[in-house]
């Protein structure tokens, strides 16, 4: 009685693979409805075999026209999401343009928090590279009314696109970017606030 279970169940697993080489799952439902008793073999069998069509390489031949056609609604997916991604994420203006919008300067900004004109001036600029004191950071965002997201964002926004720097007489004006701690650090403030400018809390 095994013996015939088991022939019953591999002639219908054969006969399923030969009348549906790439199963959909219409063709599974049918054919478990058919032969409940295999319908775990019937599911087993019909996932392998979607795996090989699925890997399996097709030489399809594709006319000028499809071929047009599916182009032209692959640039249009691409359009639309790059829309929609500029659409969702803000674009930085730099935090010149945000200077002006908070209707302040560099200048004020440095005496409110007591730090030197030119570590700002520095930020501001592009000339200072990652990651930025936390207390700087968070003095310029109070500043100019902005959260981190945007701050982060127009980080990197002046570090790609760097104000230039007084031109040599050797050569064209040049961009020295440095760190936080090498800017503080020549700044010319007191140690004091040296130390407290990168210090973090």
Known sequence: MAKTMTKDRDDVLYSFHTA?????????????KRFPQYAEDIRAHAAIARDWAAQAE????????????????????????AKAD??????????FELLTRAGTKISRIATEIGIARAVVADLFNGWMRPPVGGRLSRAVMNALRIDQATFDRELLFALANPRMGEAKA???????????REI????????ERIRYWLEED
């Open 20 to 32: 549906c080489p790439a199963p959909s799952a219409a063709d599974i439902i049918e054919w478990t």
């Open 184 to 191: 503080v650090e020549s700044s010319g403030m007191s140690a």
């Open 86 to 95: 500029s659409a969702a994420s803000p674009q930085a203006v730099g935090f």
């Open 58 to 81: 097709v030489d399809v031949e594709v006319d000028e026209v499809a071929f047009q056609r599916a182009h032209s609604r692959a640039l249009n997916i691409i359009y639309r999401s």
């Open 170 to 180: 050797s050569g064209p004006p040049q961009v020295l970017q440095r760190s936080y």
